[in-house]
């Protein structure tokens, strides 16, 4: 790892690549909203469906991926399966972001800006 004039070491390409998939699930308005869903509190797919104004079937799909990814966890409660964000590092992070860029657009009274292609 090289370091920078800051004295802080770079990550490895395997850490950026996994902070960058990681970024990229969350990079789908479906997606955030969910983890942000979770992060307030835990939830099952109707419940969860209910909240993001999605189809049961795209929210399913958007839980697996999240699963998968090891941003979301799931556990059983009788017929139902339950879901929760376990990482509290991961909801600092959405809370963090949703939060600011709120923020800014509240300050501003216009939308957030779009950042795209950066």
């Given at each position: 790892?090289?370091?920078?004039g800051?004295?802080?070491?770079?990550?490895?390409?395997?850490?950026?690549?996994d902070?960058?998939?990681?970024?990229?699930?969350?990079?789908?308005?479906?997606?955030?909203?969910?983890?942000?869903?979770?992060?307030q509190?835990?939830?099952?797919?109707?419940?969860?469906?209910?909240?993001?104004?999605?189809?049961?079937?795209?929210?399913?799909?958007?839980?697996?991926k999240?699963?998968?990814?090891?941003?979301?966890?799931s556990?059983?409660e009788?017929?139902?399966?339950?879901?929760?964000?376990?990482?509290?590092?991961?909801?600092?992070?959405?809370?963090?972001?949703?939060?600011?860029?709120?923020?800014?657009?509240?300050?501003?009274?216009l939308?957030a800006?779009?950042?795209?292609?950066?």
């Open positions: 790892m090289s370091t920078a800051s004295g802080f070491e770079d990550p490895s390409a395997d850490v950026l690549a902070a960058a998939a990681a970024f990229g699930l969350l990079a789908s308005p479906a997606r955030l909203h969910i983890v942000w869903a979770l992060a509190g835990e939830s099952d797919v109707t419940g969860l469906a209910e909240r993001v104004g999605g189809a049961l079937p795209a929210v399913s799909q958007h839980l697996t999240l699963k998968l990814a090891g941003l979301v966890r556990r059983r009788g017929r139902r399966q339950v879901y929760f964000v376990d990482d509290p590092d991961v909801v600092d992070v959405v809370r963090l972001a949703v939060t600011r860029i709120g923020d800014r657009a509240d300050r501003a009274e939308p800006p779009r950042l795209r292609g950066l």
